[in-house]
């Protein structure tokens, strides 16, 4: 990669006020130093008052950065679909907004991008969360690979760097965190050229998970469900 390198920058953003203005500094000081053409959009999806406040700050003290709300909770897939609509440069890269993931590593995504790739997809060097999430993310992962043939060591990594003109090739329908599984499938079959680099990753320091409990485990099962259907045996929305 070089000086002229063009990234979109986009984070959905939950309630996530104890590290979004860290994540902010830190990207906007990765990007200065690499040089990059970049922008950054945060993709607030129905924060609460006391989030709005501080992302009414950053754009203030960052000129460089847009926030796009939604007003009502739209889901982790609706934020990433709508940070994925607004991408406007020729790299897409994204990770989530609870900082578990180190911004600055974009370098070494960047580092892994070229002419023949498409897709450059981080995974865990070691998972630092709660003994159960490590279980249960374990049995996604495995369970998810099986079922969709996938081939990436870490499907659940949301730390990744995108060419945007996969989106003209695939088009993303869910809402929720099934997304992630909808995506790398979809780019598999549509070719997607893929590289793989290992990431850090940190224990959460602010906020709790939305996804391990219960009833979202259950809706999650049963969304992976017809999404399977409509993949290998319907062979739809490819």
């Given at each position: 990669?070089?000086?002229?390198?063009?990234?979109?920058?986009?984070?959905?953003c939950y309630?996530?006020?104890?590290?979004?203005?860290?994540?902010i500094?830190?990207?906007?000081?990765?990007?200065?130093?690499?040089?990059l053409?970049?922008?950054?959009?945060?993709?607030?999806?129905?924060?609460?008052?006391?989030?709005?406040?501080l992302l009414?700050?950053?754009?203030?003290?960052?000129?460089?950065?847009?926030?796009?709300?939604?007003?009502?909770?739209?889901?982790?897939?609706?934020?990433?679909?709508?940070?994925?609509?607004?991408?406007?440069?020729e790299?897409?890269?994204?990770t989530?907004?609870?900082?578990?993931?180190?911004?600055?590593?974009?370098?070494?995504l960047?580092?892994?991008?070229?002419?023949?790739?498409?897709?450059?997809q981080?995974?865990?060097?070691?998972?630092?969360?709660?003994l159960?999430?490590?279980i249960?993310?374990?049995?996604?992962?495995?369970?998810?690979?099986?079922?969709?043939g996938?081939?990436?060591?870490?499907?659940?990594?949301?730390?990744?760097?995108?060419?945007?003109?996969?989106?003209?090739?695939?088009?993303l329908?869910?809402?929720?965190?099934?997304?992630?599984?909808?995506?790398?499938?979809?780019?598999h079959?549509?070719?997607?050229?893929?590289?793989?680099?290992?990431?850090?990753?940190?224990?959460?320091?602010?906020?709790?998970?939305?996804f391990f409990?219960?009833?979202?485990?259950a809706r999650?099962?049963?969304?992976?469900?017809?999404?399977?259907?409509?993949?290998?045996?319907?062979?739809?929305d490819?």
């Open positions: 990669m070089n000086e002229k390198t063009s990234v979109s920058i986009f984070y959905p309630n996530d006020w104890g590290t979004m203005g860290s994540m500094m830190f990207s906007v000081q990765t990007a200065e130093r690499l040089g053409d970049y922008d950054i959009t945060i993709i607030d999806d129905g924060s609460e008052p006391h989030t709005l406040q009414e700050e950053i754009e203030r003290a960052y000129p460089q950065v847009r926030v796009l709300r939604h007003e009502h909770n739209r889901g982790y897939g609706g934020a990433l679909r709508s940070g994925f609509g607004a991408a406007t440069k790299w897409i890269f994204y989530d907004g609870d900082a578990q993931y180190d911004v600055r590593e974009l370098e070494q960047l580092e892994k991008a070229g002419p023949g790739v498409d897709i450059v981080g995974y865990k060097i070691s998972r630092h969360d709660p159960h999430r490590i249960i993310g374990r049995i996604y992962h495995w369970g998810v690979k099986m079922a969709f996938l081939k990436v060591r870490d499907v659940d990594c949301d730390f990744r760097l995108m060419r945007r003109a996969v989106f003209d090739q695939i088009t329908v869910s809402d929720s965190g099934v997304i992630c599984c909808e995506m790398m499938a979809k780019m079959r549509a070719g997607c050229r893929f590289v793989e680099t290992p990431v850090h990753h940190y224990q959460r320091a602010h906020g709790k998970s939305q409990n219960f009833r979202r485990i999650t099962l049963w969304q992976l469900s017809g999404l399977w259907v409509r993949l290998t045996l319907l062979r739809r490819v």
